[in-house]
């Protein structure tokens, strides 16, 4: 996590039950600071609102359809809110390059590690910063207030914005419903729960204090026998759930939870304001401001040991796949087995756990009685003869060397010099035909003919492309068409979701999948689509 400007803005991200006057709050914390001529960013992170008394500068209605969503999905209300911020969750890096862009001040260098060509772009094109600083972010969150505090997107979404600004959740409570001794417990409770959910600061907004003062409520929090007392009277007038007398449960649990969380009350910070006069909205500001330099004391430095020791279990991890590729590899080339891969005996492992081990297992199967053939047709250019570069030479000869009794080739045009120079370190083994790959006819006599030289058929490999070796300016228009419409059919496809075309596979990258779909790994794999285009699918 970058280190945070000292001018950095605020994220105020306001949170509440259906009914507590949320919406209503952040309209006036909005209209307060335009008051001061410090105007704040504002998010709708709401899916399922109408209309909010509120300008938005980022509104997740404009990203997602919540009742398209509702009727796709075929969801309910909760339902389609959740899955309205899990898809708004996938653009989060976008989210936070505009925020950067238009809230850090001018010069700060972004909290984004390694930034990608998409978020560099979406960076450059958000509003260009103004003369005046932003002070504040102002965030409004579902009423469904479980749907986002415990769904995986809002954790992104809080976790994302926490490190990037200096966040404080702002709890909006109901006073008028909260003065019954459990109603408050439960308030306090949830409260509780969502401030060790996020690990966030967390300020307690007692909200329509024009209703109702919330004197009580700080009073309950900061003295325990007033809430006991108020317990007391509660019972003996039969407002307490599980009778009188002190006896019920209700009444022993809400005295044990008042002593539990105790504790708790000293760590947050209480006001009272009421959304509809503007009343004690500028102690909540002064709360704000309080809290954000407790973000920067204590929550941030936690938030960077976390993030730490996650990169460093992935770095290990990462560390641990490159060694044993290394080693992989190592075997691939040598021809040799470790004796990490052998068992105690010097037999193999029953069943390969890499592509070498795989590789390996292949020599077993002569002795298990295979004596068919494997194929590999290779659809190239009728107009251009093959001149050997297509071919994985290294691959064949470990093909042949693992048990492989013969490989067969089936080409348009005749094999080059790699290719004959294998064939003579494997006399009878490698052999090559010539055959129409166009033409299902002519494929089919090819591997009749196989079938009846070898006795059987164990694998085809099929390399589906077109290949012209010849400078690049050279290429005629139409030629380009030909390359383009077998190589890449799906360009524009490529074009949309990557922001660009990969390179063309070399034959040896071929080789692993190859291996894999031969060995006995892949026994039991049927109907499978292994792209190797350099590019990540998306099903």
Not at 139 to 161: R, Y
Not at 356 to 372: H, K, Q, R
Not at 438 to 445: G, I, L, N, R, Y
Not at 461 to 474: E, I, M, Q, S
């Amino acid at each position: 996590m970058a280190s945070t400007p000292p001018s950095s803005p605020v994220a105020v991200v306001c949170v509440g039950m259906a009914g507590s006057g949320k919406t209503t709050f952040m309209q006036r914390i909005n209209a307060h600071l335009h008051t001061l001529n410090t105007p704040p960013y504002v998010m709708n992170l709401d899916p399922a609102v109408r209309t909010v008394p509120f300008d938005s500068n980022i509104d997740i209605r404009d990203s997602v359809n919540y009742k398209e969503v509702m009727k796709q999905y075929n969801l309910g209300p909760n339902g389609g809110i959740l899955t309205s911020l899990n898809l708004f969750a996938t653009k989060i890096d976008q989210v936070l390059a505009i925020l950067e862009k238009r809230c850090l001040p001018a010069g700060a260098a972004s909290t984004t590690l390694n930034p990608t060509p998409r978020e560099q772009s979406t960076a450059s094109a958000a509003p260009a910063q103004s003369s005046k600083p932003i002070t504040h972010i102002l965030v409004d969150t579902p009423g469904q207030i479980e749907v986002f505090v415990w769904s995986a997107s809002g954790d992104i979404l809080l976790g994302s914005l926490a490190s990037s600004f200096p966040t404080v959740l702002a709890y909006i409570i109901d006073t008028p419903r909260t003065t019954s001794t459990s109603t408050f417990m439960s308030n306090m409770l949830y409260a509780c729960s969502i401030l060790y959910k996020t690990k966030l600061p967390m300020i307690l907004v007692f909200n329509k204090t024009d209703i109702q003062d919330a004197e009580f409520a700080k009073e309950w929090m900061t003295d325990f026998e007033a809430f006991q007392a108020a317990l007391r009277r509660e019972q003996e007038e039969g407002e307490v759930e599980g009778g009188m007398g002190g006896s019920g449960y209700m009444n022993s649990l809400l005295n044990s939870m008042s002593l539990v969380l105790e504790e708790f009350y000293c760590h947050l910070s209480v006001v009272g304001v009421s959304s509809m006069t503007g009343q004690g909205v500028d102690e909540f500001f002064a709360a704000v401001k309080e809290k954000a330099v407790e973000f920067e004391r204590d929550y941030k430095p936690e938030l960077e040991r976390r993030r730490n020791a996650r990169e460093k279990d992935k770095e290990s991890q990462r560390e641990k796949e490159v060694e044993r590729l290394m080693n992989d590899m190592a075997v691939s080339r040598s021809g040799q087995t470790p004796a990490s891969k052998r068992q105690p005996s010097g037999r193999w492992k029953d069943e390969p756990e890499t592509v070498s081990e795989a590789e390996e297992a292949l020599s077993d199967e002569d002795e298990d009685g295979m004596e068919g053939g494997l194929v590999d047709p290779d659809e190239d250019d009728p107009d251009a003869a093959h001149d050997g570069d297509e071919y994985d030479e290294e691959g064949l000869a470990q093909s042949l060397s693992n048990g492989a009794e013969k490989v067969y080739s089936i080409d348009f045009g005749s094999v080059g010099s790699d290719f004959d120079a294998v064939a003579q370190r494997f006399p009878g083994r490698l052999l090559a035909l010539n055959a129409d790959v166009t033409s299902e006819a002519s494929v089919t006599e090819a591997v009749d003919k196989i079938i009846a030289e070898a006795g059987g058929l164990h694998g085809i490999v099929c390399n589906a492309g077109r290949t012209k070796h010849k400078p690049a300016l050279d290429f005629t228009t139409e030629e380009i068409k030909q390359q383009w419409s077998v190589n890449q059919p799906d360009w524009e496809q490529q074009l949309k979701y990557y922001g660009g075309l990969p390179r063309l596979t070399e034959v040896e990258e071929l080789r692993g999948a190859y291996v894999y779909l031969l060995s006995d790994a892949a026994s039991y794999t049927t109907s499978i689509d292994i792209p190797v285009n350099g590019v990540i699918g998306i099903c």
